[in-house]
């Protein structure tokens, strides 16, 4: 219950975040980026006992054999992997921005993966697990809906750059002139 309140809270920690150009912040973003570090304390932890609860992967029921799981520790190793780079960043860069970045790597693109933490919620909850598994199994009978569809769009803008080609030429014009 206590990650799920957690990830909750960082759900709602990403809503407030305003993420701003050339490494521009204000006091809120500064106040988000020290809380990020204690969400990704905590998930480092869940993590980590969930390994050592149930192996790593050797065991039949192991952490890194449920995909779920593999999608946590994806997400806590992104995390880890970004502090680092902006650990790195700190100390070659000299002084940083407010913000915490220096001038090295650019993480911002690995920030973007946070965005990912509210799908942990479908591991902590078995009934959103059958949930999402039967709409990723419905999603390839709607691919080829989707691929007749675009067919079918295809073939009638054809049709009307055959029936349309050439009519609507010189048809815009001033009002009162004449011209076009």
Request: glycine share 8%; proline share 3%; net charge positive.
């Amino acid at each position: 219950m206590i990650i799920l309140l957690t990830i909750f809270a960082n759900c709602v920690a990403l809503a407030i975040y305003l993420p701003m150009p050339e490494d521009d912040t204000n006091a809120t973003n500064v106040v988000l980026e020290k809380v990020e570090y204690i969400f990704l304390f905590i998930f480092i932890i869940e993590a980590f006992l969930k390994i050592v609860a149930y192996g790593l992967i050797l065991h039949t029921d192991a952490y890194l054999r449920n995909g779920w799981n593999i999608l946590d520790f994806t997400i806590v190793s992104l995390g880890v992997f970004t502090v680092v780079l902006e650990q790195i960043n700190k100390l070659q860069g000299g002084v940083a921005a407010p913000g915490g970045k220096g001038t090295g790597f650019n993480v911002k693109a690995l920030r973007a993966f946070r965005v990912l933490r509210p799908l942990r919620l479908v591991s902590g909850v078995p009934s959103l697990q059958v949930v999402l598994n039967s709409i990723i199994k419905a999603m390839i009978p709607l691919l080829h809906i989707a691929l007749l569809v675009l067919f079918m769009i295809i073939i009638y803008a054809i049709v009307g750059l055959e029936l349309f080609s050439g009519k609507m030429h010189k048809t815009c014009y001033y009002k009162g002139t004449g011209k076009n």
